[in-house]
């Protein structure tokens, strides 16, 4: 009897360790060289590209729900480095969020150190620098996390990275965008569009006639939108930044920067054709008439040996508004407890150079990373002024459900990202009182972590604070961060500052490049001490809002799609 229980406990151990291995997961472990590669697009020319182990683009990541991504970095750079999964809350781990001098130091030239994830979301995300502009120049890739068990049923997942991509550095664009003459400031820069690193116009999608396909969207570029649609073939979203959504049809999709979808699509019966797919890149930052949209069409494959069809009158222009989407665990609208509002405009500074700003502060880096100054500066970390005035932080109190309305007074629209959370949209419209434009949410509202605010609207937002850590609020047009247009949230102070958990070379990293671990935003002590006016302040009656132009509004409306206003407009110019 005794023999037979203890065979029975060494039976349940056994089980009990199978288990805990499958709900830990996999280890994905990669080596990252960081440096400058040469990269040649379709043979037009040739230029420096930020990539991985001397290759660009950088091969995608791909893990299951419940694996640790870990991701050793070693910088061959002269500047400094860091990497940010853009969409992954980082749950106690928001030192390894990637936003230089926000969650860390950045890793200084020849300096290593190593990413260790947990992976407790499923869903669509990717990788992308957090230092200067090295994201436009190529330091990004696809992150696919997948769910072993899925909702929805498909036969085969397929990425598609929709990128622009420039012949000048970013280096060279931000000079442009920063001048003060706005004949200068918006002279037209023409990208290429890009998927996976291959010319779009080249692309092929390979379909087999009957079997349905998961298409991952995701927006990885620097400051234009997206509208991807396929010919004679309908689209059903179920996915948005991760989050799995009730099936929806469509013609189309719509990504900011930023912004990720998946779609599911059913190929045709037959392989009598090919097909056109549509990756259409529009901005209505710039006003380019020529160029605007720029059209890029790949084909979806059934064979090599048949004919393309071309389909007459595609509904190229519609898509599926964030607000008719509803989640799949039908989370009921939160009930705010506090109420911020951010107002965002651009103009001409005290230095003479054209920024961006919410509530008239230009955001600047701190001297101490954010996220160090909440851990070790006691109660002054419930003060936002222990911050500095540039880095327009709000402290935040663990579990209380904020509400945002951001109020876009540019012309133009802007792709907003909050690092650490999805947040519910609760309604979008005019700022303008008169025209009435105005749509409320589903009773369970749509969640996402990037939303796109078009010129002279507005949208609220609202999501709980229930994870503590330093989390940037920013648009994600790589240029307008440059130019200032981020704020930050610091979440819960008081239980950051029982972390222990951090990494030795996190320190090492900003002590080798001379940066302080402790105090307030320029390292001393007290709240007030960290009120150093880092940057220069707004001239208020050169913020530059006003009506756009006809043919900015035109633009706008198309990425709204909304046709009857875009015939309406057209007709008029």
């Not at 000079?175 to 290429?192: A, M, T």
């Not at 008081?494 to 990494?503: F, G, R, S």
């Not at 320190?507 to 671990?517: A, F, L, P, V, Y």
Request: some cysteine; overall charge negative.
């Amino acid at each position: 009897m005794l023999n037979g229980r203890i065979i029975c406990m060494q039976i349940v151990v056994v089980v009990c360790c199978v288990l805990a291995a499958v709900v830990q997961g996999a280890v994905i472990e990669q080596y990252w060289n960081i440096e400058l590669v040469d990269f040649s697009i379709e043979g037009l020319f040739t230029r420096k590209a930020v990539g991985v182990n001397g290759k660009w683009p950088i091969p995608g990541v791909e893990a299951t729900l419940g694996d640790t991504l870990v991701i050793h970095v070693t910088n061959k750079l002269d500047e400094p480095t860091s990497l940010h999964s853009h969409g992954l809350f980082q749950n106690g781990t928001s030192y390894y969020d990637g936003a230089t001098m926000v969650t860390e130091c950045g890793i200084p030239p020849n300096g290593t150190f190593t990413y260790r994830i947990p992976l407790a979301q499923t869903g669509t995300y990717w990788i992308h620098s957090h230092f200067k502009s090295q994201t436009a120049d190529g330091l990004r890739t696809s992150l696919i996390i997948k769910d072993p068990n899925e909702v929805y049923k498909y036969d085969e997942d397929i990425t598609i990275t929709l990128e622009d991509w420039f012949r000048e550095p970013a280096e060279f664009m931000i000079k442009q965008l920063n001048n003060p003459d706005p004949h200068i400031r918006f002279r037209p820069i023409v990208p290429y569009g890009v998927i996976g690193g291959e010319c779009a116009n080249r692309k092929r999608i390979k379909f087999t006639p009957g079997k349905t396909y998961r298409l991952r969207l995701a927006n990885i570029g620097a400051s234009f939108e997206f509208h991807f649609s396929m010919e004679g073939h309908e689209l059903r979203v179920i996915e948005v930044d991760g989050v799995m959504v009730k099936e929806r049809p469509t013609h189309g999709v719509t990504l900011g920067v930023g912004q990720r979808a998946s779609v599911l699509v059913t190929a045709l019966d037959t392989a009598n054709a090919n097909y056109q797919f549509h990756a259409d890149m529009f901005t209505d930052l710039l006003q380019m008439p020529r160029y605007n949209p720029l059209n890029f069409t790949g084909i979806v494959e059934y064979s090599p040996k048949v004919r393309t069809a071309h389909i007459k009158g595609a509904k190229w222009k519609t898509t599926v508004p964030d607000l008719d989407l509803e989640p799949l665990d039908d989370e009921p609208i939160l009930e705010p407890t506090r109420y911020i509002t951010l107002d965002a405009y651009s103009g001409v500074f005290t230095d003479q150079t054209f920024r961006h700003s919410f509530n008239n502060i230009t955001y600047q880096m701190p001297q101490v990373p954010t996220l160090l100054s909440a851990m070790t500066t006691g109660q002054t970390a419930h003060d936002s002024q222990t911050y500095g005035l540039q880095t327009n932080t709000y402290v935040l109190k663990h579990m209380e459900v904020v509400q945002v309305v951001v109020n876009n007074h540019d012309y133009y629209s802007h792709p907003f990202h909050l690092h650490g959370h999805v947040f519910q949209i609760i309604e979008m419209g005019s700022i303008k009182q008169n025209e009435r434009q105005m749509k409320e949410s589903m009773d369970s509202p749509v969640k996402r972590d990037t939303v796109v605010i078009r010129g002279g609207h507005y949208a609220i937002l609202r999501f709980r604070a229930d994870n503590p850590g330093v989390w940037l609020f920013h648009c994600h047009i790589d240029f307008h961060i440059q130019l200032g247009l981020q704020m930050t949230f610091v979440e819960a102070p008081d239980v950051l500052q029982k972390w222990d958990n951090m990494p030795d070379l996190y320190r090492e990293n900003c002590i080798s490049q001379g940066i302080k671990t402790t105090g307030n935003s320029v390292g001393g002590i007290g709240a007030e001490g960290g009120q150093v006016d880092l940057s220069p302040s707004p001239y208020p009656d050169q913020f530059e809002s006003y009506d756009p132009p006809e043919g900015w509004r035109l633009i706008s409306y198309i990425l709204q799609g909304n046709g009857d206003d875009v015939d309406s407009i057209a007709s008029s110019i």
